[in-house]
């Protein structure tokens, strides 16, 4: 069974720009959940899509953004970027029940100059 | 408010030695706690979860509600441990996880 995929695995950006990013869940796994992971900040949950539906958000301001698809395929947009969206994003795919494990792609590295 | 506290950034063993990587965590409800690692060069991946009860690797964690912690133990480290690691919490109604910052080992050989 393939795993979670991310795309593209490293970007860099401006400042002012927005991005978008791509993940492919395990196959029959219905829940997204992104997260953005930096140095100091650990791992923060961004959001998670489940039936093509946001169900949970976290404490991100409105520039960021995703939606899913109706094969589960989901994806983040990330609007006037600044400097400190510099991260690693990591997308987690699940069954999507409640307390499921959550498998995570490789992540993409996002560099705002 | 969900919360998981990891205070150790840095800890350091040499191998053979106890180690444990503590966690905290405040949530009023049941939680679900889990263990994640990250090797160098590979992702997160989930190492164990306290409802399975299962030892992984040497690794056993036991939840204590009353202090309010799961604390991630192995009698002998060994060099392949060296890894990031994350404790973590799902509530009772949600799919949504709480991540500690994480607590890097090094075990020296």
């Known amino acids: 069974k393939a795993g979670v995929t991310q795309t593209p695995r490293y970007l860099i950006k401006t400042r002012g720009q927005q991005v978008t990013l791509s993940c492919s869940p395990i196959?029959?796994?219905?829940?997204v959940s992104w997260y953005q992971q930096t140095p100091g900040q650990g791992l923060q949950f961004l959001f998670e899509?489940?039936?093509?539906?946001?169900?949970n958000k976290g404490n991100f301001p409105g520039r960021f953004s995703g939606r899913q698809f109706s094969n589960s395929r989901s994806e983040m947009n990330v609007s006037t970027l600044e400097l400190g969206d510099s991260a690693l994003y990591l997308c987690?795919?699940?069954?999507?029940?409640?307390?499921?494990?959550?498998?995570f792609g490789a992540g993409t590295r996002l560099s705002v100059l | 408010a969900q919360r998981v506290t990891q205070p150790e950034k840095l800890l350091s063993v040499f191998k053979g030695a106890p180690v444990e990587l503590k966690c905290n965590y405040s949530?009023?409800?049941?939680?679900?706690l889990f263990w994640y690692v990250q090797y160098s060069r590979q992702r997160l991946q989930l190492l164990l979860r306290?409802?399975s009860r299962e030892s992984i690797k040497g690794f056993t964690a036991d939840l204590n509600k009353g202090e309010t912690s799961f604390h991630l133990k192995k009698p002998f480290a060994q060099e392949e441990d060296s890894a990031m690691y994350y404790c973590?919490?799902?509530?009772?109604?949600?799919?949504?996880?709480?991540f500690g910052t994480g607590t890097s080992l090094t075990v020296i050989p």
């Open positions: 987690a795919s699940s069954l999507g029940g409640t307390k499921n494990i959550q498998y």
């Open positions: 306290h409802i």
């Open positions: 899509y489940f039936s093509e539906t946001q169900r």
């Open positions: 973590a919490l799902s509530r009772q109604d949600s799919n949504q996880f709480y």
């Open positions: 949530y009023s409800g049941s939680p679900e």
């Open positions: 196959s029959g796994h219905r829940s």
